[in-house]
């Protein structure tokens, strides 16, 4: 599992309140990543990160901010969280170095509910 | 939109048969990448093809890649039931891209 955590694991929150999640990784990867999944839509990229504090907007940025202040951690704030982003969000790493070519390694997802 | 998109959306076959899984995508591409998800997990990488390879292969996992068409397929031999899972294909844009580009999946069920 590339030694990656997300927590909560599982979060039924309100409409309009602000919802936090973590990616945790143990192994020094530059690069984070979030994706939310939602059926009909595959992987969606919301933002990533190249290192401490250096992070740029995915495909579906609006809604979300993000922040990185050490390499092991990468938060995801949903700062008013609303109905449309009931998802699966996923984090992930990417391998660098040689012999590697940019394929990512995967956290286990947190389901959030927005009621 | 999505660079990578699968055919089909879902197969269901028997065990012991083979399955083949097809993406297209539409700009050049560094490389391309087939991953794995089982039910409520995270996805799992499977195979990477770079854009001068035409076939690369692993166990029983096969990939071609046709530039020229833009696309690229997935077969697995001898399927089992455990190969039960959604498969993605991810490519990331020639120049180095640091972003990867997930298609919908194909749903594969192999019946026991």
């Known amino acids: 599992d590339a030694g990656i955590t997300q927590s909560p694991r599982h979060k039924v929150t309100e409409t309009g309140t602000p919802v936090t999640l973590r990616c945790h990784q143990t192994?020094?990867?530059?690069?984070m990543y979030w994706y939310r999944q939602d059926p009909g839509h595959g992987l969606r990229l919301i933002h990533y990160?190249?290192?401490?504090?250096?992070?740029d907007k995915g495909e579906v940025s609006d809604g979300y901010s993000v922040s990185r202040s050490k390499t092991e951690d990468f938060l995801l704030t949903l700062e008013s969280a609303t109905s449309s982003q009931t998802s699966v969000y996923f984090c992930?790493?990417?391998?660098?170095?040689?012999?590697?070519?940019?394929?990512?390694?995967f956290g286990p997802g947190t389901r959030l509910t927005v009621l | 939109s999505q660079q990578g998109e699968e055919d089909p959306q879902a197969l269901s076959i028997q065990e012991g048969e083979n399955a083949t899984m097809n993406c297209s995508y539409k700009?050049?591409?560094?490389?391309l990448q087939w991953y794995r998800q089982n039910s409520g997990r995270g996805l799992v990488h499977l195979i990477l093809i770079r854009s001068n390879e035409r076939e690369k292969h692993s166990g029983r996992l096969r990939v071609t890649l046709d530039t020229s068409k833009k696309s690229s397929s997935l077969l697995i031999t001898a399927s089992r039931a455990a190969d039960t899972a959604s498969y993605f294909c991810?490519?990331?844009?020639?120049?180095?891209?640091?972003?990867?580009?997930f298609g919908k999946g194909t749903k594969l069920t192999v019946n026991p």
């Open positions: 192994e020094n990867h530059r690069y």
């Open positions: 700009t050049s591409i560094n490389n």
């Open positions: 991810a490519t990331d844009a020639r120049g180095g891209s640091e972003k990867l580009v």
């Open positions: 990160s190249y290192g401490v504090k250096d992070t």
């Open positions: 992930a790493i990417r391998e660098t170095g040689t012999g590697s070519y940019n394929e990512q390694f």
